[in-house]
């Protein structure tokens, strides 16, 4: 069984920065892509990025391209999410999850989550 806790949500303003991460226990997560997803209240969850077992792909969502850096640590079974130039509408619960598959988009995907961390965002 795999337990994923995030952490390093908070409350920063507009420009600033976070760094989220993600432990892994239970089951190794070595060999498995790794994503990161947002739900903001009212909205859909979102793809965020998502990272493959080597790292050596990535893939990010377009609102985030250039402003979030993805990367996993397999020797601690860790993934993290750095987030630079923070806006209001990044304001979201962010989840980690996992997969077995290649990377996708879709959160039904990705078969094991987290409970979140909260990023809220001032203007």
């Known amino acids: 069984q795999v337990q994923l806790v995030e952490s390093g949500g908070g409350l920063v303003q507009a420009g600033g920065s976070l760094r989220l991460s993600c432990a892994a226990s239970?089951?190794?997560?070595?060999?498995?892509?790794m994503g990161w997803f947002r739900q903001a209240p009212g909205k859909e969850r979102e793809f965020v990025s998502a990272?493959?077992?080597?790292?050596?792909?990535?893939d990010y969502a377009e609102s985030v391209k250039g402003r979030f850096t993805i990367s996993r640590d397999n020797a601690k079974n860790a993934m993290y999410l750095q987030m630079n130039s923070l806006k209001p509408e990044d304001t979201a619960l962010y989840y980690c999850?996992?997969?077995?598959?290649?990377?996708?988009?879709?959160?039904?995907?990705?078969?094991?989550w987290g409970q979140g961390t909260l990023v809220t965002v001032s203007s």
């Open positions: 990272i493959n077992w080597l790292g050596g792909i990535t």
């Open positions: 239970g089951v190794t997560v070595r060999t498995s892509t």
């Open positions: 999850a996992t997969t077995k598959f290649r990377i996708t988009r879709t959160p039904d995907g990705y078969s094991d």
